[in-house]
DNA sequence: AAGAGGATGCCCT
DNA sequence: GGGCATCCTCTTC
């Protein structure tokens, strides 16, 4: 069953993005129905949180989004090129976020496998932000996006990923952070070939 | 108004 | 394993 509302907008991020290990990520649209389970998360940690966007309330038109009610999206583009999916937590007003890093597909890999522009399943079909957004078909355009309505939404799936089957280490990418760079705030499900590689 | 740089991934060795 | 693609966003002049 979808995640409701009260799922995201509780306080802590950094469960929260361990939480969605092992949910389903279904996006539909135009009736191309892709789906796959949640393997690999990154929290960001709102205005106190250096590799934040919003770090030190930043507001900007691209920031606002994280500024609403958790349980929306937060799409933005990287490098001029790659649409980075994440899940905007807390209550209004607290910009806290989860990064989707990877997941392992699950339904439409036809359709994945057409974006992508790849023949056959391989791991890097969903592994990777910029990778995965690409095989679901998210881009900017949604960032702000109700994950309540029909076109990006989280499902429960009955599975529950034990803490110690969860990898922790730092983000990636993030060493402009200084000090916060190094929080464990990367999140991985152990022995799982779909997630990423980088770093 | 313009410039720098970025929550990366690809393609080539 | 390293360089480069590519363009939006934010900062600063």
Known sequence: MKLGSNFYTRADVVLIAQDLLGKKLV???GLKITSGIIVETEAYAGITDRACHAYNGKFTQRTKIMYQKGGVAYVYLCY????LFNIVTNVQGIPHAVLIRAVE???GIEWMLKRRNMGEVKPNLTSGPGSLSKAFGI???HSGVDLQNNKIWVEDIGVNVGSNQII???????AYAKQDALLPYRFRIKNNAFTSKAK
């Open 27 to 29: 996006t539909n649209f």
């Open 168 to 174: 922790k280490s730092a983000r990636v990418g993030v």
């Open 80 to 83: 001029g090129m790659h649409h």
């Open 139 to 141: 881009s900017s355009e």
């Open 105 to 107: 597909p699950n339904e």
